[in-house]
């Protein structure tokens, strides 16, 4: 799933859902799929492109940026910004221009 995304969407949807200061924390899970994809661009800019990580990894990762880590896990899956092993013991950022 691909949107069309402008700089302007993006921090737009900065503004409105994550903490104005300090480290990058979701204040919510938006609803709306485009702006749901447009968190999870700001999302997976906490990985490092052609790094594998450990599903422990990622979990210490985005607990950091909203409560419910397993669901921005599974989003960031869903949405194509990251993929997984079938066992799910690696993961690792789809290196796109999205990112």
């Known amino acids: 799933m691909f949107f069309e995304i402008t700089e302007s969407e993006l921090k737009q949807v900065y503004t409105s859902y994550f903490e104005p200061e300090g480290p990058l924390r979701l204040k919510i ?39 419910d880590y397993v669901s ?14 079938t066992d799910g013991r690696a993961y690792w950022v789809i290196d796109n221009e999205r990112n």
């Open 29 to 67: 899970i938006p609803s709306k799929q485009k702006k749901k994809y447009l968190a999870l661009v700001h999302i997976c800019r906490l990985f490092e492109i052609g790094k594998q990580y450990s599903e422990k990894e990622v979990n210490e990762i985005l607990i950091d940026v909203y409560y």
């Open 72 to 85: 921005l896990r599974r989003s960031l899956i869903d949405y194509k910004f990251m993929e997984r092993t």
